[in-house]
Antibody, heavy 119, light 110 residues
């Protein structure tokens, strides 16, 4: 079964760091670009960051640029998001999403991991 | 990276059609044929319904269709069914390896 499972979400204080992980199964991660998308409670979807299959192309939303770093390990079939300088407005459910092979669209989503930034 | 503009709500009776618009700029929607649409039921992860403006993934009913004109993309749901009641989000490639989402539209089946 094709599946994405996120982990690492937690309650953290403003200014602290957190690392999210996304474990892929049922497919070869290196066939796909991967992305992080977040959703604040009761709000809409917000694209956070994306990385090409070979890590050569990386993009970030302006709201997280300079604070978040996306990476991947195709051998471990895993995607990561290193978050530093966390702010209350980063509070959200963070989804890992697979990009269509050779296309533009997120065809597989995880169930998300919750990040809460509060003192 | 401004969010794409969607109407907050739309509605229709069973069997009718509803169309949701998604307005961006020439730097995103208008500049690329890379618009996708997602359906999200409460408490669930989003589901891809349309990609690259008008392509339907395997398993998505042909009641769902997409189109684009200039800086505005549209999703049409024909023959509305109760299970179509959900939030719908558009997304577009926005250059420089970035993506942008719309604010979402809540579709109600009356």
């Amino acid at each position: 079964e094709v599946q994405l499972v996120e982990s690492g979400g937690d309650l953290v204080q403003p200014g602290r760091s957190l690392r999210l992980s996304c474990a892929a199964s049922g497919f070869n991660l290196d066939d796909h670009a991967m992305h992080w998308v977040r959703q604040a409670p009761g709000k809409g979807l917000e694209w956070v960051s994306g990385i090409s299959w070979h890590s050569g192309y990386i993009g970030y939303a302006d709201s997280v640029k300079g604070r978040f770093t996306i990476s991947r390990d195709n051998v471990k079939n895993s995607l990561y998001l290193q978050m530093t300088g966390l702010r209350p407005e980063d509070t959200a459910l963070y989804y890992c999403a697979r990009s269509l092979r050779g296309g533009y669209g997120f065809d597989i989503w995880g169930q998300g991991t919750m990040v809460t930034v509060s003192s | 990276q401004s969010a794409l503009t969607q109407p907050p709500s739309a509605s229709g009776s069973p069997g009718q059609s509803v169309t949701i618009s998604c307005t961006g700029t020439s730097r995103d929607v208008g500049g690329y044929n890379y618009v996708s649409w997602y359906q999200q039921h409460p408490g669930k992860a989003p589901k891809l319904m349309i990609y690259e403006v008008s392509k339907r993934p395997s398993g998505v009913p042909d009641r769902f269709s997409g189109s684009k004109s200039g800086n505005t993309a549209s999703l049409t749901v024909s023959g509305l069914q109760a299970e179509d009641e959900a939030d719908y989000y558009c997304s577009s490639y926005a250059g420089s390896n970035s993506r942008v989402f719309g604010g979402g539209t809540k579709v109600t089946v009356l």
